[in-house]
């Protein structure tokens, strides 16, 4: 496990470094992609650089309302450089509200364009997946499985590498199919949320802790369940 | 693929997924595998004693029953002083409560430390440990380092680099709600 990377004299947090080169990687895919597809790339930077701002700003903001008795105190905790102030679930709302706007703006064909950002989503999430099985992120649940890991003592299913895997593997089918078989615009983001939305509900079990409703089912998979259904239906009335 | 194929491909994964629901499900009775002790979260924070500045001893097992925040930090720690006055407010605000702050130092020697304090004065109690071996039973590889204990001596946390007063009140919560 390498929560730190050394880097000459200084020492680098190996799942920061991560998510920045997701952001990267999967930016210029999908920058790739749109040119493709017939579209500016550069809209797609613009794109990603503005809904990154908007999901840093909205994350803060989300933070600062669910701890709203230090920020009152404290106001200028709002502008701290902390990357641990920050929420999730807002940060990509915000995000998602800014690309709108943004494809919006520049009239870009919604479903041309998210067929573009679909793979970029999938290698940046793999990206993190990897950084977070370097940094000891995710674990998995207890295993004696012959792939399991030894972590403190312990072997653990590794869900974050299985997980980086899957999505990777998911990519390389969607860009094939892309490539191969000319497809109607929003097929390929449909079925990148139907191939994500799979590999979720299927490794969620490997998963050490989940979010648990009623009686211990898991959220994720719920979720995942009905957003496989969903994409899957409108998969088949698209093609 | 033709729009059969595709809701046939559909209703295959949604029942596969279904099992893998069921297969995943957690039931309640489930009995916590009780795990080595090991400086990550799950685990119970591996035990130490050590010396403290203010005379005396620290054992972390005594502290069990009180959550606790164990930090590791040094003077020549840019970072560390940077977040001292935080960790010093939350033993002023919650200390009374039960949450013990135990400051580790790493390396340094007595003079050193109490200098150090005196100059941000402050008080929360802090333990040398002047040969490191703590901090590497911890693998702590850069400053500051923290884990939140819970009252069952489980690490529920870990922040490595400065925490904000709003960083702290969000990772307090896994161990003091």
């Known amino acids: ?239 | 693929m033709t729009r059969t194929r595709w809701h046939t491909l559909t209703a295959l994964i949604a029942l596969l997924g279904l099992a893998a629901l069921v297969w995943g499900r957690v039931p309640g009775e489930r009995t916590l595998t009780a795990l080595p002790p090991a400086p990550a979260i799950g685990h119970p924070a591996p035990d130490f004693t050590l010396p403290t500045l203010a005379g005396g001893q620290v054992t972390l097992s005594d502290l069990a029953g009180q959550p606790v925040v164990l930090n590791f930090w040094a003077s020549w720690c840019g970072p560390c002083r940077a977040e001292m006055p935080e960790l010093q407010r939350l033993h002023d605000r919650l200390g009374e409560a039960g949450v013990a702050v135990l400051g580790v130092n790493q390396g340094e020697s007595p003079d050193t430390a109490a200098a150090f304090l005196e100059k941000l004065g402050l008080s929360f109690p802090v333990a040398l440990d002047q040969r490191t071996g703590v901090s590497q039973q911890y693998l702590v590889n850069s400053l500051p380092t923290t884990f939140f204990i819970d009252r069952e001596g489980v690490i529920r946390s870990t922040f490595i680099g400065p925490m904000s007063d709003a960083v702290i009140a969000q990772t307090l919560r896994s161990i003091y709600p």
Do not use: C
Not at chain 1, 67 to 74: A, H, I, P
């Open chain 1, 1 to 239: 496990m390498y929560p730190t990377l050394p880097i000459g004299p200084l020492r680098l947090q190996t799942y920061g470094l991560a998510l920045l080169l997701a952001y990267l990687a999967g930016l210029a895919l999908a920058a790739r992609q749109a040119r493709r597809h017939g579209l500016d790339g550069d809209h797609i930077y613009n794109l990603g650089f503005y809904a990154l701002l908007a999901g840093i700003v909205a994350a803060r903001l989300g933070h600062a309302v669910a701890y709203l008795e230090v920020y009152r105190t404290d106001p200028l905790q709002l502008l701290s450089l902390s990357p641990g102030a920050l929420l999730l679930a807002p940060g990509l709302l915000g995000a998602v509200a800014m690309a709108a706007l943004v494809i919006r703006r520049y009239r870009l064909p919604l479903a041309t364009t998210l067929d573009a950002l679909a793979p970029g989503l999938l290698l940046a999430l793999a990206v993190a997946s990897l950084g977070a099985f370097l940094a000891g992120r995710e674990l998995g649940a207890l295993s004696d499985a012959f792939w399991a890991v030894e972590l403190f003592g312990v072997r653990r299913h590794p869900l974050a590498l299985l997980q980086a895997l899957a999505l990777l593997a998911l990519l390389a089918l969607l860009l094939w199919t892309d490539r191969r078989s000319a497809l109607r615009p929003g097929q390929v983001a449909l079925m990148a949320l139907f191939g994500y939305a799979a590999l979720r509900l299927f490794l969620e079990p490997l998963r050490a802790e989940s979010l648990l409703v009623g009686d211990g089912w898991r959220i994720t998979q719920l979720a995942a369940l009905a957003v496989v259904v969903l994409s899957g239906w409108l998969l088949g009335r698209n093609s």
